[in-house]
T-cell receptor, first 115, second 112 residues
Framework: NAGVMQNPRHLVRRRGQEARLRCSPM?????VYWYRQLPEEGLKFMVY????????ESGMPKERFSAEFPKEGPSILRIQQVVRGDSAAYFC?????????????FGNGTRLTVT | KQEVTQIPAALSVPEGENLVLNCSFT??????LQWFRQDPGKGLTSLLL?????REQTSGRLNASLDKSSGRSTLYIAASQPGDSATYLC???????????FGTGTRLTVIP
């Protein structure tokens, strides 16, 4: 029973390039959350998605960032024209349903470095 | 806006000692509070989840308490072991919110 799978584990991009981060939720989970952890800061919520729907994107920067969770395949967090300030660990979490008392299961994260 | 604070930022204890990690939150309208463990370079492992209607939860050597009125939660670790060394994070979910608000964590080192 695989957990939340994120890839790549490490991603290096030059300024101006695009970064695509992938997340496969746990089997049977249809709710996905993305969080960002900046150096020396706590995790900050970015976006909450269900299959084919963005439910809450209140934590997403207004520009360059987008997320999707298609009917088939993993959830994708896309960052266009990356800047050095985007360097962070990006974590994905999943849950089986929208019950607020269900614990979130996190992946190991993707560490993005922008040079 | 919910703010979550964890003190101390780092803690070193000798093996076998009992210890308490603290978490405070500003908005008492929380739905639940979750404690996580994060190992270097790894993701988060859920340890305990306390509903707002509960006072505490226990799992093995871990006990988490919740006091909504004072805006505090504690994680008690009994008979600490070197394998407990990690960063411990608490996260509060506000009633009606989709997301968790995380503290910055307490980095625990248990010295053999």
């Amino acid at each position: 029973n695989a957990g939340v799978m994120q890839n790549p584990r490490h991603l290096v991009r030059r300024r101006g390039q695009e970064a695509r981060l992938r997340c496969s939720p746990m089997k049977g989970h249809s709710h996905v959350y993305w969080y960002r952890q900046l150096p020396e800061e706590g995790l900050k919520f970015m976006v909450y998605l269900q299959k084919e729907n963005i439910i809450d994107e209140s934590g997403m920067p207004k520009e360059r960032f987008s997320a999707e969770f298609p009917k088939e395949g993993p959830s994708i967090l896309r960052i266009q024209q990356v800047v050095r300030g985007d360097s962070a660990a990006y974590f994905c979490a999943s849950s089986p349903y929208t019950e607020y008392n269900s614990p979130l299961h996190f992946g190991n994260g993707t560490r993005l470095t922008v040079t | 806006k919910q703010e979550v604070t964890q003190i101390p930022a780092a803690l070193s204890v000798p093996e076998g000692e009992n210890l308490v990690l603290n978490c405070s939150f500003t908005d008492s309208a929380i739905y639940n509070l979750q404690w996580f463990r994060q190992d270097p370079g790894k993701g988060l492992t859920s340890l305990l989840l306390i509903q707002s209607s509960q006072r505490e939860q226990t799992s093995g050597r871990l006990n988490a308490s919740l006091d909504k009125s004072s805006g505090r939660s504690t994680l008690y670790i009994a008979a600490s072991q070197p394998g407990d060394s990690a960063t411990y994070l608490c996260a509060a979910r506000r009633t009606g919110a989709n997301n968790l608000f995380f503290g910055t964590g307490t980095r625990l080192t248990v010295i053999p």
